[in-house]
């Protein structure tokens, strides 16, 4: 959260149709999920799932500052995994 705007980190491959396109047009969309909760069934065709989602778009800029990548990757890391490979920055 940064004055009010939420900001979102997204991490993949530095080529690739996907990073082409942002480069060009500086957006993109995303899809996130939380939430989720399986409905088994007696059969496979009774199973379902329940979950909450938010889909959004906006503009994305490319993080070429390397301590700010770093934190950015430390944001990543606790998100996925609830722990950081080193300290949260000093």
């Not at 993109?28 to 979950?51: H, I, P, Q, V, W």
Request: hydrophobic share 35%; charged share 30%.
């Amino acid at each position: 959260n940064d004055g009010g705007r939420r900001i979102f980190y997204f991490h993949s491959a530095r080529e690739g149709r996907k990073i082409a396109l942002i480069r060009e047009t500086h957006y993109a969309g995303f899809e996130m999920d939380t939430g989720y909760k399986l409905n088994e069934g007696e059969t496979a065709c009774d199973y379902s799932a329940r979950f909450q989602s938010v889909i959004g778009g906006g503009r994305v800029d490319f993080i070429e500052d390397a301590e700010e990548k770093r934190r950015a990757l430390d944001m990543i890391m606790l998100k996925n995994s609830w722990e950081l490979p080193v300290p949260l920055w000093d």
